[in-house]
């Protein structure tokens, strides 16, 4: 079982829809949690970040963590073309260990 | 733009041959991370750099190796390139070593024929 693991898509959703992007992961040592946005052939761009459990909002974005589950979910609102992406979750166990560990990735169209 | 800098954006080289990917973080970060992505394997940890000295070690071969400068840039040197090492190299940079938020460059696109 992979330690993060994350469905890879594609998915296509229609200008203006909700949606949710889910990683499920089994190290139960992480405590730091994000989302990331990778445009093609493009460097992964810091969306949210997210300490333990709980829910964080930024704009359309809003980012959940539930621990208890070992699950974690990003939603975007009112989603727009240019949210067309591949988005990966990444988490560290914080102290002690540096290295972020990643999904495989969601590739999202968005469809004006 | 992250501010985290990568040369050279592609690199097209042979088997066998080595070559070295630079990286310049942002403007006060002292970690510098290097990792790894491949369409099978998606983005794997190679290794971190903290303040000039190696903090944390991933899935580095012994044919790949890193330093970080006095002046903060980071070099990942690779040799006796092999066919299954073409990949998108990246770059992230880091204010502390936490590692828990990290920015990443642009990347270096190697092919190996």
């Known amino acids: 079982q992979k330690e993060v693991e994350q469905d890879p898509g594609p998915l296509s959703v229609p200008e203006g829809a909700i949606v949710s992007l889910n990683c499920t992961y089994s190290n139960s040592a992480f405590q730091y949690f994000m989302w990331y946005r990778q445009y093609s052939r493009k460097g992964p761009e810091l969306l949210m970040y997210?300490?333990?459990?709980g829910n964080k909002e930024d704009g359309r974005f809003t980012a959940q963590v539930d621990k208890s589950s070992k699950y974690i979910s990003l939603f975007i609102r009112d989603s727009q073309p240019s949210d067309s992406a591949t988005y990966l979750c990444?988490?560290?166990?914080?102290?002690?260990?540096?290295?972020?560990?990643f999904g495989k990735g969601t590739k999202l169209s968005v469809i004006p | 733009d992250s501010g985290v800098t990568q040369t050279p954006k592609h690199l097209i080289t042979a088997t066998g041959q080595r070559v070295t990917l630079r990286c310049s973080p942002r403007s006060g970060d002292l970690s510098v991370y290097w990792y790894q992505q491949s369409l099978d394997q998606g983005l794997q940890f190679l290794i971190q750099y903290y303040n000039g000295e190696e903090r944390a070690k991933g899935n580095i071969l012994e044919r790949f190796s890193a330093q970080q400068f006095p002046d903060l840039h980071s070099e990942l040197n690779l040799s006796s390139l092999e066919l299954g090492d073409s990949a998108l190299y990246f770059c992230?940079?880091?204010?502390?070593?936490?590692?828990?938020?990290?920015?990443f460059g642009p990347g270096t696109r190697l092919l190996v024929l």
């Open positions: 990444a988490m560290t166990g914080g102290a002690g260990s540096y290295q972020l560990t």
């Open positions: 992230a940079s880091s204010p502390g070593g936490a590692g828990e938020t990290q920015y």
């Open positions: 997210t300490y333990s459990s």
